[in-house]
């Protein structure tokens, strides 16, 4: 998620298609078309074009159970849309499908006034196969918390103390609760993929998305890292994108509730809104969900998310989401303490309750995630836009200036068509 | 699945109930709560009883889809059988419900013609979440197989080799398919649980189920593990239960089919059978299933497939398995090849396609695997009991001389009461 700059091109989609190039094809697969986890190598590219739609068959995982009723009906009415044409903040024009080639997109659903107009696959995902939607996931924590916010189970001006004690000795010792929500806590803790000593790859070491080596020394588990996180500046000042804050918020919504993260997320959302499929979170050694970034869904249950959203909260006929939660994340946070971040892609904007919120002038805003992951909801277009990729760059720099003016042209153009 | 003797009676089922122990509970569960898998502890008993229904957190699994289709109806009428009275093969008399304390039951399901009269969860099973149904994995191998051979896409009689020509230098190069469906194969591989030099501990390194140590020599996945397998006296002779046998068949049907296991099973079972929930097996390091010991499934899933095969392979108003398959199964094998393996609690059984044939005055057949799983079916009853559990032994004999004589007297009662 950090704005390092992108390389020169790698293989195209095309050329990577896990499917064309036949990784993990064939009983067993031959040496070198495997995709494993021991040896790190399943987050290399093109590698990760296989990994992300199956992070179940590399590490452990908890399910989010759909519930014992059907999925919920999503109308289809298909558009072509494809040769919807916009111009990349570089100034190429471009259509819909090429954008989607561009960004290595796995899987593309588009709704529109509740109608799934345009749904296609690539790659190694397919409709009824869960993809991973790295930091999509951070904005499902962020409703929950909100939500047990509303139910007043979860103070936002208290102390993160209040909620975890064993937290008293760290960086998070005197931080509040919305700053740890709304990620404006002081911390030593760096985020940039492109960099092998950075912190995110301790944390995902601790989160069990990376091997742990031998006689590996760091934490081992995330509450183990959160724990040691140290604070560098002053809470409440800017907005800085760091995943642990969001793993203390899933902490935070574990001891408010009493419950693990994936039943919370299936009791509150998962069934309520008529999932298709199970989702699953990653787990770390000790069976701790990755609140930050290990869910994986099917793309139309993120789509069902989208549109839940999209009616303030309700959707498959039931208010799911409490109306007031939905427009606060929508109504989103101040800009001020989101600039000094330096998104370049996304100005004016701000983070509220783990949501990217654009203030573009159709009031998009988004749930994002690294290698391209996105779900985007524009209330003006009454459009979602759920996306699951397979980008080589993990910054979503790499895709904001394609993806973002591919939307919004498409959502002018769902309005003035009506 | 040894014979070894049962040790003297560890601590009882109430006293390891994972839920009243709070294994993993606690956001993180408190050091002394914690099943894990990279320390291997998951194993040990009282852990196993925690672990056995939550394989999928600890391991790399694959979904077995149930399709889009809704799950089919399992009619229910419950009756009062937990006082049902039977004599223990060492002359105790025993309830029904006795016996599922004493067997460690974590859930026991009962269909009595197409009806589920019966349906029980202890331990840490939920209707909802699939336990790992161990060696009951073989009997699913097995009907798959047997379904390929029915449609020529597998030749009983043709050697091994023909099929999967890597293992020409390995004892199976001169086995024939027949030998290994029905386990006749001559290998020098053991399976002695309770030995921890046995062979089935380096099958469990390969298989995904036991932690690799970093400077491991052995084979680290399945297939390198089979095609190191030596050959020991003479293939056809007599039946020798050794997993590496299902595990070169469940090969035989990915490559017979050019489908993975998982997929398979899906759909030529799973889905049309109407599960209610995916199953999944655990996976190798390369994505290869456990055929021989690594599904997990609903204890109701597990109980829709024992009355699809005593329904003579017509279920949820198709016909799923072949009848001519479901009748050669029921109908067993050889008893005088079984015979010289000396399982004392199966006087006169033989072992066909992965099932075991008990040859009784019902003709009862089951799947069974260790500490505990199992698939009892009574024909003759029209009767199907699906049994998953946690004992702390993992050989059958600890569990046969309670569960068998509980099952045939409740058969008799369903038959005496219509």
Chains 1, 2 share one sequence.
Not at 287 to 310: C, I, N, Q, W
Not at 390 to 409: C, E, I, K, R
Request: proline residues 7%; glycine residues 10%.
């Amino acid at each position: 998620m950090s704005d390092a700059p992108v390389p020169s091109r790698p293989a195209t989609a095309a050329e990577t298609d896990p499917e064309t190039l036949g990784w993990m094809k064939g009983f067993p697969p031959a040496p070198d078309n495997r995709v494993q986890f021991h040896d790190d190598s399943f987050r290399n590219f093109p590698e990760l074009r296989w990994a992300w739609s199956n992070v179940r068959a590399l590490v452990p995982t908890v399910n989010v159970w759909r519930g014992a009723g059907g999925a919920s009906v999503l109308p289809r009415a298909e558009r072509d849309i494809g040769g919807s044409q916009s111009i990349t903040m570089d100034g190429r024009p471009m259509t819909f499908a090429e954008m989607c080639a561009e960004t290595y997109a796995d899987g593309i659903a588009v709704v529109h006034k509740g109608k799934l107009i345009h749904e296609r696959y690539f790659g190694a995902l397919k409709p009824h196969k869960p993809h991973i939607g790295m930091s999509v996931t951070k904005s499902f924590t962020g409703t929950l918390a909100a939500m047990l916010v509303a139910e007043g189970k979860i103070d936002p001006q208290a102390p993160v103390s209040d909620h975890v004690p064993e937290l008293k000795d760290s960086a998070f010792g005197d931080a509040r609760v919305h700053e740890v929500m709304d990620m404006t806590t002081g911390l030593k803790y760096t985020e940039v993929y492109t960099d092998q000593n950075s912190d995110v790859w301790s944390l995902r070491r601790a989160n069990g998305m990376a091997p742990i080596p031998p006689d590996y020394q760091g934490a081992t588990d995330i509450f183990a890292l959160l724990c040691r996180q140290e604070k560098q500046g002053e809470h409440g000042r800017a907005f800085a994108y760091k995943t642990v804050n969001t793993d203390v918020l899933a902490f935070i919504c574990r001891r408010a509730s009493g419950m693990a993260l994936s039943d919370l997320l299936a009791e509150r959302i998962w069934a309520p809104m008529g999932a298709e499929e199970d989702a699953h979170y990653h787990v770390d050694r000790i069976g701790t969900e990755s609140g930050g970034g290990g869910l994986s869904t099917t793309l139309r249950d993120l789509a069902r998310f989208g549109e839940t959203m999209r009616n303030h909260g309700y959707f498959n006929g039931r208010q799911i989401v409490p109306a007031s939660v939905a427009a606060e994340i929508e109504r989103g946070a101040d800009p001020a303490k989101f600039k000094p971040a330096g998104y370049t892609t996304l100005p004016g904007g701000s983070y509220k309750s783990q949501w990217w919120i654009t203030h573009n002038e159709h009031g998009a805003y988004m749930a994002r995630g690294v290698y391209g992951q996105g779900l985007y909801i524009d209330p003006k277009a009454e459009m979602v836009i759920a996306r699951y990729a397979s980008h080589p760059v993990a910054g979503n720099a790499a895709n904001d200036p394609v993806t973002l003016p591919a939307y919004m042209a498409l959502a002018k153009q769902l309005i003035a068509d009506g």
